[in-house]
């Protein structure tokens, strides 16, 4: 049915209102879901840099400690195995590549420069994301929904201090040292295909493994792991922190939501820093 027919006492101008209304609404959606992401990128900007000055409080050290035991250490298991599996599959899948161009020899360099470079310090980051940032989400959420949070400030103790700060400095010191036990693994897991089970020789493949990773090469992975670290982090302690201020759920639900919010998010932008810092550190 024409507009006209709905609205049959409409003057011209108020039909041709109601077509651009129509026409703009899609605009306007747009327009303000970004104004509202823009929004939240400030704040969590000024959420990041007022938890970052409150690291050099005292007293920050034992909590430092123990959010790196439950950050790292923790994590150590998944990251172990699937950091030997990543291995084991990349060697035995760049073999049968490089067999056909008869490169067969290069299978060490091709292994620790993948996980090296890229897939050691993204793969890390999406696993504790996974096990411990969800964690972190749910758990300042449900101090936040049970006014805990509420309940530090009327003791005059600093949430972010208390909250936030300890588990970014934590994701910082925890990273780069997971990402460097992924790629030990991951090459040995290299080294278990392509040695023991396909017959590569042993010396050939480590010794590419070590003539071809230099400095700049682990430097930019940990890099890159300190940038995901801070990411991780910020999105995931700021989603739990802000869960009582959600739109489209209260309570229980709204803190389920934020941790899949925040998961999402975190692994969304950890692909997209790697290919930002990646362009820049080439």
């Keep these: 049915m024409a507009l006209h027919e709905k609205h049959p006492t ?12 129509l026409l703009a609404e899609p605009f306007a959606v747009i327009g303000r879901r970004t104004a509202r992401w823009v929004s939240d990128l400030g704040a969590a900007s000024i959420f990041l840099l007022l938890a970052l000055l409150m690291i050099f409080r005292p007293k920050q050290i034992p909590k430092i400690a123990q959010q790196v035991y439950y950050i790292g250490a923790s994590s150590t298991l998944i990251i172990l195995l699937v950091g030997m599996f990543t291995g084991m599959v990349l060697s035995l899948q760049s073999y ?13 360099t091709l292994v620790a420069l993948s996980l090296i470079r890229e897939l050691g310090p993204v793969l890390t980051a999406i696993m504790i994301t996974a096990r411990a940032g969800s964690a972190i989400t749910a758990e300042i959420g449900i101090q936040r929904i049970s ?7 009327t003791m005059r103790i600093d949430p972010l201090k208390y ?25 040995i897991g290299g080294y278990i295909t392509g040695v023991l089970l396909l017959g590569v020789n042993s010396g050939v493949y480590l010794y590419r ?7 700049k090469d682990l430097t930019d992975g940990f890099i890159k792991a300190m940038v995901f670290a801070v990411i991780v982090s910020t999105i995931c302690c700021y989603q739990g922190y802000f ?12 803190v389920g939501l934020s941790t899949t919010s925040a998961v999402v998010l975190s692994c969304v932008l950890i692909l997209v820093a790697d290919y930002v810092v990646t362009s820049l550190l080439i």
């Design 163 to 187: 909250l936030v700060s300890p588990r970014i400095i934590a994701s910082i010191i925890s990273f780069p040292l997971l990402t460097a036990v992924f790629d030990l693994i991951g090459i």
């Design 147 to 153: 006014e805990q949070i509420d309940a530090l400030g």
């Design 243 to 254: 869960a009582h201020m959600r739109r489209d759920a209260h309570g229980a639900k709204a």
């Design 96 to 108: 049968h590549a490089l067999v056909k161009v008869g490169a067969q020899g290069s299978l060490g």
């Design 10 to 21: 409409a003057s011209k101008g108020e039909t041709q209102w109601l077509h651009g209304n």
């Design 209 to 215: 493994v070590q003539a071809s990773v230099d400095l």
